[in-house]
């Protein structure tokens, strides 16, 4: 099988674990020609996502906890990588350069005060990685963007452009992570002409709420089964479209600090815990996109890609078609692109292009200033 090897690894806000893409890669940007060697998930020690939804809450004694945490997932990420490589029959001998987004544990896009800046946190110590890997490590791609004036997000619109572009069609490549995010790419667009955002919650409510009703036994809407059982309550979707964030004008990004528990708190605190429940927050995620599309885009597109957990649920998928007018949706599997990987895919170009020198943000996403070349590189 082809070598040298490119790892990129993410965890994304809905903490399931740990995503390891295996490629090679040859060449760059629109000219890159990735080859998905192997992929899987690795999921935490149950005792360590505790931790990682403790540390959301802002408990005691948090720096000492973050401090160690940085180790803890740095280490989870090392051996998620050294398990998916033997898994597929190599081994770090073979892996020339890894890149790992690591774990977002806080992201402010604004500043509030002259102390309380825009900034972010991932956590995930790279040079664990490097130890047990033994090669080059990008990680902390999100700061650089942030020190040129941007949001550090979404950075997934890099490979969009690159990979998913179309000469003849617009397209929307949505991901349906923890959290919503699009990339529109006109027919025929560089570059300059992508825009990216965050359209809202993504599978992060309707996770959260699943994890209730089935008292921790699920995590997730397996096949959209529980909403599917559900009836839309109608005044409450209305009433969850008013949410000040879908107003905001684009660049924007959001996460658990703001779609979190106490988001969650406030929907329980009026409504009943049941499969309707669940089917009103996946009609939210679904209407909060397509509304973002018809908001913010510059026309609707004409085919839609989804990656992430939310192309696993059929009724999500079926709902944002329908909130679409029939735009057809479907995964980004249809264009060779496993719809699970393609987020760590992505980290594994992005670190490939880095230490190649090319720009991997993209400022009609982010906001920032000028185009810069996204993660430090760590060298054991």
């Not at 006109?186 to 992508?194: I, L, Q």
């Not at 009103?280 to 018809?294: G, L, N």
Request: charged share 15%; net charge negative; hydrophobic share 45%.
């Amino acid at each position: 099988m082809p070598t040298p090897l490119t790892i990129g690894m993410i965890s994304g806000t809905s903490l399931d674990g740990i995503d390891v893409a295996i490629c090679h890669i040859e060449g760059h940007a629109q000219q890159a020609r990735i080859e998905l060697l192997g992929f899987d998930t690795v999921p935490y020690s149950p005792e360590v996502r505790a931790e990682l939804f403790n540390l959301y809450e802002d408990s005691a004694n948090a720096l000492a906890r973050i401090c160690s945490m940085n180790v803890v997932v740095g280490e989870a990420f090392a051996q998620a990588a050294l398990k998916v490589l033997a898994a597929n029959g190599f081994s770090a001998d073979d892996v020339v350069l890894a890149g790992s987004h690591g774990q977002t544990v806080w992201h402010q896009p604004e500043a509030e005060n002259a102390l309380l800046v825009a900034s972010t946190l991932q956590i995930g110590d790279g040079s664990r990685i490097a130890a047990a890997l033994n090669c080059p490590v990008v990680s902390d791609f999100r700061v650089a963007d942030m020190a040129v004036g941007g949001t550090g997000a979404p950075l997934a619109p890099y490979m969009d452009w690159a990979v998913f572009s179309d000469a003849n069609l617009n397209r929307c490549v949505q991901n349906i992570g923890g959290i919503g995010n699009v990339t529109w790419l006109p027919a025929a667009g560089s570059v300059n002409d992508v825009i990216a955002f965050d359209t809202g919650p993504g599978n992060m409510l309707i996770d959260a709420l699943v994890t209730r009703i089935s008292h921790g036994e699920h995590s997730y809407d397996r096949d959209g089964a529980i909403g599917r059982n559900g009836t839309v309550n109608y005044e409450l979707l209305n009433s969850l479209l008013q949410d000040p964030y879908l107003d905001m004008a684009p660049p924007k990004t959001t996460g658990r600090e703001y779609y979190g528990s106490a988001f969650v708190e406030q929907i329980l605190a009026a409504h009943p815990l049941d499969a309707n429940l669940i089917a009103t927050v996946t009609a939210f995620t679904a209407h909060s996109i397509a509304d973002a599309y018809r908001r913010w885009l510059p026309e609707l597109p004409d085919e839609v890609y989804i990656n992430g957990g939310g192309a696993r649920n059929p009724l999500l998928m079926q709902m944002l078609a329908d909130a679409l007018d029939g735009i057809p949706v479907r995964a980004t599997d249809d264009l060779g692109v496993n719809a699970d990987s393609k987020e760590a895919v992505c980290f594994a170009l992005m670190a490939h292009d880095a230490v190649a020198g090319y720009p991997t943000n993209v400022p009609g996403a982010t906001g920032a200033s000028r185009a810069v070349c996204l993660g430090n590189v760590t060298r054991l």
